[in-house]
C-alpha cells in the first residue's frame, strides 16, 4: 500500500476542507497554497528533523502537532498540523545545506522511504522554501497524508 503527503499553509479551522480535497472533491488544493511531497512519509520528515538538530534518531518525535481531521476509514485521509519547531529549521535550510543533508537523509535509516538523493536534495529545496513562505505569512502548516489503494 502506498501513500502520499502534500503540505498546505492554511488555518487548522480547515482541516476538513483540506481533506475534502481527496475525499468529496468539494475543494481543490489549488485554493491554498500548497505542495507535493509525494511518497515521502511523516517518518522519513521525522528523520530530517533529528538530523536538522544533530540529534540521533533513536527516539524521534512526529513532526505532526495535532491530528486535525481523521476519518474513521483505514485509508482516509489524516490532516495533521506540523510542529513549528521543525518549520522553522526547515526555513533556515539554505541551498549548501540541501546539498549536504540529502546524502546524510538518505543513508540515515535503513526504512527510509526514498534513497535518491537527487530527489530529496529537490524535495529538502522545497519544504524550505515553502517553510518561509508560511512563516512570511504567519499561518500554520497542514498536512495531508492519504494512503493510496493500491
Known amino acids: 500500500m ?3 503527503t502534500d503540505w498546505f499553509i492554511a488555518d487548522e479551522c480547515e482541516a476538513a476542507a483540506v481533506a475534502s480535497t481527496v475525499t468529496t472533491m468539494e475543494h481543490s488544493s489549488s485554493e491554498w497554497t ?3 511531497l509525494q511518497c515521502v512519509s511523516e517518518y522519513d520528515l521525522a528523520v530530517l528533523w533529528r538530523l536538522l538538530l544533530d540529534q540521533p534518531i533513536d527516539s524521534m518525535p512526529s513532526v505532526s502537532a495535532q491530528v486535525l481531521f481523521q476519518t474513521s476509514e483505514e485509508k482516509g485521509p489524516v490532516v495533521s498540523s506540523i510542529e513549528p519547531d521543525f518549520l522553522a529549521l526547515l526555513a533556515k535550510v539554505k541551498l549548501v545545506d540541501q546539498a549536504r543533508l540529502a546524502p546524510i537523509w538518505a543513508a540515515a535509516d535503513e ?4 534513497k535518491d538523493q537527487d530527489f530529496l536534495n529537490g524535495v529538502i529545496g522545497k519544504m524550505a522554501d515553502f517553510a518561509r513562505v ?4 504567519k499561518k500554520p502548516v497542514l498536512q495531508l497524508v492519504m494512503k493510496s489503494r493500491g
Open 111 to 114: 526504512t527510509m522511504t526514498i
Open 134 to 137: 508560511a512563516r512570511y505569512h
Open 2 to 4: 502506498g501513500f502520499f
Open 34 to 36: 500548497y505542495l507535493s
